[in-house]
C-alpha cells in the first residue's frame, strides 16, 4: 500500500492504529451478522434477510411491569446481586424443572447474565486457555468462533450432514486430540434452521464423557421448532451434571432482543468460576432487563405460542419462495429457528461476493455463509424472522436480479 493510499485511508478513519492492541483481540473480528446492516445502514431502501431480529414487538405485560417497576419500585435502577434477582432466579429454576424436566438450584447453579451472548463468552473463556481446542459443528454460529479466539483457542471444525445438517458424532470423535477441552452445540441451529436428532445428542454426551470434556450448550432457540417435533435438551443428561453449562435466552423467546438478558445453567463448581468471569465483565444483568424477563416467565405464555406460529408460517413463505429459485439455490428445509442457509448451484462465486452483491445491487441484506465456518461458504444465509412483506420483497428483488446477472 503506497503512503498516499495508506494516508487517504487514515483520513477517512478506516485504518486505526494496532500497535500494542493486545493480541486476542487483533485475532477476532466483528461478525457479518452485524457488519452487512452496519453497511446496509449507509445505503437507502435495503430490505433484510439478515441479523436474526425478529419483527413482534415485546409483548405488552412485560412492558407494563417494567413501566411500574420504574415509577414504582427505587430498586429498579440499582445494581442487583451479581447472580441476579433471587426471584427470578427462583422463577427460571421453576421454568426449567417444569418445561425441561432440569433440576437447577436457584442459589448456586444460575446465573442471570447480559443476553445469552455474555453467558456463551463467560462459559468458553472458563474452561479454554490458550492453545486448547474447541469442536464447533460447521457451518456453526458466527460468534462462537470469535469467543473461542477471543479465549486464544482454537476452532476445530467438523462438518455436518451437508444433505440434512445433522451432527456427525463419529467425526467429532475422530477430531478429538489432547488438546480438546470442549464441544460447543447450538440447537435448534444457527444458522441452517437443523433441530439435532435425540440419539445423536445421546452420542455427543457419550463422547464428552469418554473423553473429558465440556459440553457448551447454546439452547437460544429451544422453544422453536416445527412440524410437531420436540426439542431435546442435553442439560436433561444425568451424566453430563459436572460437564455441562448451558446458555439461554429471552431474546426470540419473549422478543426482547433489545433487553439483553439471560442465563447461564451449570453445576455449582463451575458456575462458582464462570461467576468470576460475570462479575469481571458485568458485574450483573440490568436490574430493569431481570424485571423484564421476570414479568415474561411469570407472565401468559399464549405470546410464545404466537411467535411460534407466526414464524412457522414465515419459514414455509421463505422455502416457497426459494423454490422458485432452484436455478439458483438449494436448500435444507429449517426444523427449528428462523434460519435457513441457501446453497448457491452456480460454481466460482464466494459467499462475501455474492452478499455484497445482492446488499448494493439489490438492496437485500444475507449473511455470507463463510462467517459461519468453512462448510458455510459457497452459502448465504436468510432469516425468516422478519415481516412477511420484508421476505417477499426481498425474495422479489432478489429473483429479478438473479435473472438478469450473468455470472461467469
Same mark, same amino acid.
Given at each position: 500500500?503506497?503512503?498516499?493510499?495508506?494516508?487517504?485511508?487514515?483520513?477517512?478513519?478506516?485504518?486505526?492504529?494496532?500497535?500494542?492492541?493486545?493480541?486476542?483481540? !487483533?485475532? +477476532? $473480528?466483528?461478525?457479518?451478522?452485524?457488519?452487512? *446492516?452496519?453497511?446496509?445502514?449507509?445505503?437507502? /431502501?435495503?430490505?433484510?434477510?439478515?441479523?436474526?431480529?425478529?419483527?413482534?414487538? $415485546? *409483548?405488552?405485560?412485560?412492558?407494563?411491569? @417494567?413501566?411500574?417497576?420504574?415509577?414504582?419500585?427505587?430498586?429498579?435502577?440499582?445494581?442487583?446481586? #451479581?447472580?441476579?434477582?433471587?426471584?427470578? !432466579?427462583?422463577?427460571?429454576?421453576?421454568?426449567?424443572?417444569?418445561?425441561?424436566?432440569?433440576?437447577?438450584?436457584?442459589?448456586?447453579?444460575?446465573?442471570? =447474565?447480559? %443476553?445469552?451472548?455474555?453467558?456463551?463468552?463467560?462459559?468458553?473463556? $472458563?474452561?479454554?486457555?490458550?492453545?486448547?481446542?474447541? +469442536?464447533?459443528?460447521?457451518?456453526?454460529?458466527?460468534?462462537?468462533?470469535?469467543?473461542?479466539?477471543?479465549?486464544? #483457542?482454537?476452532?476445530?471444525?467438523?462438518?455436518?450432514?451437508?444433505?440434512?445438517?445433522?451432527?456427525?458424532?463419529?467425526?467429532?470423535?475422530?477430531? @478429538? =486430540?489432547? !488438546?480438546?477441552?470442549?464441544?460447543?452445540?447450538?440447537?435448534?441451529?444457527?444458522?441452517?434452521?437443523?433441530?439435532?436428532?435425540?440419539?445423536?445428542?445421546?452420542?455427543?454426551?457419550?463422547?464428552?464423557?469418554?473423553?473429558?470434556?465440556?459440553?457448551?450448550?447454546?439452547? =437460544?432457540?429451544?422453544?422453536?421448532?416445527?412440524? #410437531?417435533?420436540?426439542?431435546?435438551?442435553?442439560? =436433561?443428561?444425568?451424566?453430563?451434571?459436572?460437564?455441562?453449562?448451558? $446458555?439461554?435466552?429471552?431474546?426470540?423467546?419473549?422478543?426482547?432482543?433489545?433487553?439483553?438478558?439471560?442465563?447461564?445453567?451449570?453445576?455449582? %463448581?463451575?458456575?462458582?468460576?464462570?461467576?468470576? @468471569?460475570?462479575?469481571?465483565?458485568?458485574?450483573?444483568?440490568?436490574? @430493569?432487563?431481570?424485571?423484564?424477563?421476570?414479568?415474561?416467565?411469570? /407472565?401468559?405464555?399464549?405470546?410464545?405460542?404466537?411467535?411460534?406460529?407466526?414464524?412457522?408460517?414465515? !419459514?414455509?413463505?421463505?422455502?416457497?419462495?426459494?423454490?422458485?429459485?432452484? #436455478?439458483?439455490?438449494?436448500?435444507?428445509?429449517?426444523?427449528?429457528?428462523?434460519?435457513?442457509?441457501?446453497?448457491?448451484?452456480?460454481?466460482?462465486?464466494?459467499?462475501?461476493?455474492?452478499?455484497?452483491?445482492?446488499?448494493?445491487?439489490?438492496?437485500? +441484506?444475507? +449473511?455470507? %455463509?463463510?462467517?459461519?465456518?468453512?462448510? /458455510?461458504?459457497?452459502?448465504?444465509?436468510?432469516?425468516?424472522?422478519?415481516?412477511?412483506?420484508?421476505?417477499?420483497?426481498?425474495?422479489?428483488?432478489?429473483?429479478?436480479?438473479?435473472?438478469?446477472?450473468?455470472?461467469?
Amino acid at each position: 500500500m503506497s503512503m498516499s493510499t495508506r494516508s487517504a485511508l487514515e483520513a477517512s478513519g478506516r485504518i486505526f492504529r494496532s500497535k500494542g492492541i493486545s493480541r486476542r483481540v !487483533r485475532q +477476532i $473480528t466483528i461478525s457479518a451478522i452485524k457488519e452487512m *446492516p452496519l453497511l446496509a445502514s449507509r445505503l437507502e /431502501g435495503c430490505v433484510s434477510l439478515g441479523q436474526g431480529i425478529p419483527s413482534f414487538p $415485546t *409483548p405488552p405485560h412485560i412492558v407494563e411491569a @417494567v413501566c411500574h417497576a420504574l415509577r414504582d419500585l427505587p430498586e429498579s435502577g440499582k445494581y442487583t446481586l #451479581g447472580p441476579g434477582m433471587a426471584r427470578l !432466579r427462583e422463577a427460571i429454576a421453576e421454568h426449567l424443572q417444569r418445561d425441561k424436566g432440569i433440576h437447577a438450584a436457584p442459589d448456586r447453579e444460575i446465573c442471570v =447474565t447480559v %443476553g445469552a451472548m455474555e453467558a456463551l463468552s463467560a462459559a468458553v473463556l $472458563t474452561v479454554v486457555d490458550r492453545g486448547d481446542e474447541v +469442536i464447533l459443528p460447521s457451518p456453526n454460529y458466527a460468534s462462537h468462533i470469535e469467543q473461542v479466539l477471543l479465549a486464544e #483457542g482454537v476452532p476445530v471444525f467438523v462438518p455436518l450432514g451437508a444433505e440434512d445438517w445433522q451432527l456427525d458424532v463419529e467425526a467429532m470423535a475422530r477430531a @478429538v =486430540t489432547p !488438546r480438546t477441552r470442549s464441544i460447543i452445540v447450538c440447537n435448534p441451529h444457527n444458522p441452517t434452521g437443523a433441530n439435532f436428532r435425540e440419539a445423536d445428542l445421546r452420542a455427543l454426551a457419550a463422547l464428552a464423557v469418554e473423553r473429558d470434556l465440556f459440553v457448551i450448550a447454546d439452547e =437460544t432457540y429451544d422453544f422453536l421448532t416445527f412440524d #410437531g417435533q420436540p426439542h431435546f435438551s442435553l442439560a =436433561t443428561l444425568p451424566e453430563l451434571k459436572d460437564r455441562i453449562i448451558a $446458555t439461554y435466552s429471552f431474546s426470540k423467546k419473549y422478543a426482547m432482543t433489545g433487553w439483553r438478558v439471560g442465563y447461564v445453567h451449570a453445576s455449582e %463448581g463451575v458456575l462458582d468460576q464462570i461467576m468470576k @468471569v460475570h462479575d469481571a465483565v458485568a458485574i450483573c444483568a440490568p436490574a @430493569v432487563s431481570q424485571i423484564a424477563a421476570l414479568a415474561a416467565l411469570e /407472565g401468559p405464555q399464549e405470546c410464545v405460542a404466537e411467535i411460534r406460529g407466526v414464524l412457522e408460517r414465515r !419459514r414455509n413463505l421463505i422455502c416457497s419462495s426459494l423454490d422458485r429459485l432452484k #436455478g439458483y439455490f438449494s436448500y435444507v428445509r429449517p426444523r427449528g429457528a428462523y434460519y435457513l442457509m441457501a446453497r448457491m448451484t452456480h460454481p466460482g462465486v464466494s459467499s462475501m461476493d455474492l452478499a455484497l452483491r445482492l446488499l448494493n445491487e439489490a438492496r437485500v +441484506i444475507t +449473511i455470507p %455463509g463463510a462467517a459461519f465456518g468453512p462448510e /458455510g461458504e459457497q452459502h448465504i444465509r436468510l432469516s425468516f424472522g422478519g415481516l412477511e412483506s420484508e421476505i417477499v420483497e426481498a425474495l422479489k428483488r432478489m429473483e429479478a436480479w438473479l435473472d438478469r446477472q450473468a455470472f461467469s
